[in-house]
């Protein structure tokens, strides 16, 4: 139901754009959230953008280096990462959520999730 795609091979200090997509879906009608998980940890939340796109937050690991935006016509959702380090090496998931906004940081919350895409940051 939920496509993430554009994950890859990046140097230290490089960037990367991850898309989301879905079929079937209006990704409008739900905040929309990414999260990460690396080998051996819990999966941690980065970054949700609201139903119309006023509104987004970021986890603090990647405030000022992570953007996440919106493309209603193309029914997308994306996440510009820049100046990325080996730590955010991690598979990246999108995820869908009809959950009030207070409830968006939280893995549970959300009701369809993508199937990940792999972000490794070396040298």
């Known amino acids: 139901q939920l496509q993430a795609s554009g994950g890859g091979l990046v140097q230290p200090g490089g960037s990367l754009r991850l898309s989301c997509t879905a079929s079937?879906?209006?990704?409008?009608?739900?905040?929309m959230g990414w999260f990460r998980q690396a080998p051996g940890k819990e999966r941690e939340h980065v970054a949700t953008?609201?139903?119309?796109?006023?509104?987004?937050y970021y986890s603090s690991s990647v405030k000022g280096r992570f953007s996440v935006s919106r493309d209603k016509p193309m029914n997308m959702v994306y996440l510009q990462m820049n100046n990325l380090k080996p730590e955010d090496t991690a598979v990246y998931y999108c995820?869908?959520?009809?959950?009030?906004?207070?409830?968006?940081?939280?893995?549970?919350?959300?009701?369809?999730w993508g199937q990940g895409t792999q972000v490794t940051v070396s040298s």
């Open positions: 079937g879906r209006t990704l409008t009608n739900y905040n």
């Open positions: 995820a869908a959520t009809q959950k009030v906004w207070s409830s968006t940081s939280y893995a549970t919350a959300y009701e369809y």
């Open positions: 953008i609201s139903r119309n796109g006023g509104s987004s």
